[in-house]
Structures are given as structure tokens and as C-alpha cells.
């Protein structure tokens, strides 16, 4: 039988927890015994999501540092501390399929504003409670794009290749403060934020993987689980493709 409390009285904010890949996260995490709090930008979206697995959900905008401050206070207040954060949250609807010649400024700012430095003020605003803990955690998304660099995407793959090169970075300021710092790089998984990426592009994934088949959130979930957990305590600076096999890193 599987245990299903390697996380027990964790207490663990999930950005980017309202649908998709973070909201399987969130789920995950409470089902091993975690305390969470979903923070999102989608406010209904979100306040369901935390009602319907038994989390706590806080509004986030993570292009605003105000935004994000105010949301690790409100966390931290609500879960009594920290242990965890998982930095799910990102631009990556409607994005893809234009060459790098066509991507405009604005857009490009703010894939980037979002995706990398919001991550690291998330980070930042939580690295004082993350502290007063032993073995705390965080994970940071990337994606199996910067690591193959796919096309017609530059603003999101450069974004997260960032994201790949800040874990390495994070981990090694904040193994003095005791915080373990990875990141998981997912293929193309079927969430809401991938529904428009064309068959085609969904076929090269299938057909590449050593294991022919879709990407579900759920195929994630045991990685973020271990991340988090006591049994990764002396793993830290590392980038865990999770893509069936498509890329091997």
C-alpha cells in the first residue's frame, strides 16, 4: 500500500494552483498530508479549486511584488509557517506558434515580468519563513522546452531555461539557510494552458517518447511529492525532466 503521508504538516504554497498542473500539485500535496495554500491570479477559479481539496487559496499577481508579498503574508498567516513552495505560476496560453521576428516587445516583457522575476520575488518574499525551518523546499517549473529548444515559442522557452539556470543559482545561496531549492522540467502535458498547441506539435511528443502517449498532470505529481519530501533532504540544484522519455537530460 502506498503511503500517503510523506508529507505530513508540510505547509506548502502552490502558485499557479487554481487549474492545470499546479492545481494536480496542490491536490497531490494535500492527499500526502500537506497543508496548502493555492495562490492564483484566477480568484473563482481558484477559491473552488482550494474548496474542493481542502486548501486555502490567496490571490496572487505575480507581475505585481506588491501582489506577491502581500500573498506570502497572508499564506504564511494562514498555514502558521512555511516549509514549502512550489512556483507554478506562468504565461503559457496563446504564446506559441510565432517565430522569434514576431514576437512583440510588450508580450515578450511580460513572459519574462511573470514567469522569471516573478518566480524570484516569490521566492525571495518567502525565503525568511522558509529559514526557520529544517529541510525546507522549493521547486521551480521549467519545461522540456529549453532543454530541446523548440521553436515558435522563444519568449516562454528562454523564460524557462532562466528558471533552469536560477534553481542552479538559488541552490547555492540558500543551502547555507538550509532550503533546497530543484526544478522539474514537464513535456507538453494536457492541461488547460496546452489545449491550443496544434495536433501537430502534440504528435511530434507522443510519437518522440520513449513512452507513446499524452502527458497527464498526474505524471508529475510523485516527482513534486518527493521533491518536497524528507527523502530528497540532501538533493538540491537539479533540473528533473519529466517527459516520458522525449528529452533526456
Known sequence: MQDKSELLGKRIIVTGGARGL???????LVENGAKVVIADILEDEGFNSASQIGAAFVTLDLSEPVSINNCVASAVSELGGLDGLVNCGAIATGIGGITMDEIEIAI???VLSVNVRGTWLMSKAA???????DNSKII?????TALWGAPRLMHYVASKGAIISMTR???RELGEKGIAVNC???GLTKVEATEYVPEERKQLYIQGRSIHREQLPSDIDGTAIFLLSDASNFMTG???AVNGGFVMS
Open 22 to 28: 499546479g492545481q494536480s500539485f496542490a491536490s497531490a
Open 108 to 110: 515578450w516583457d511580460k
Open 238 to 240: 537539479q533540473c528533473i
Open 169 to 171: 543559482s538559488m541552490s
Open 184 to 186: 522539474i522540467a514537464p
Open 127 to 133: 525565503i525568511p519563513h522558509l529559514e526557520k525551518n
Open 140 to 144: 521551480n517549473l521549467a519545461s522540456d
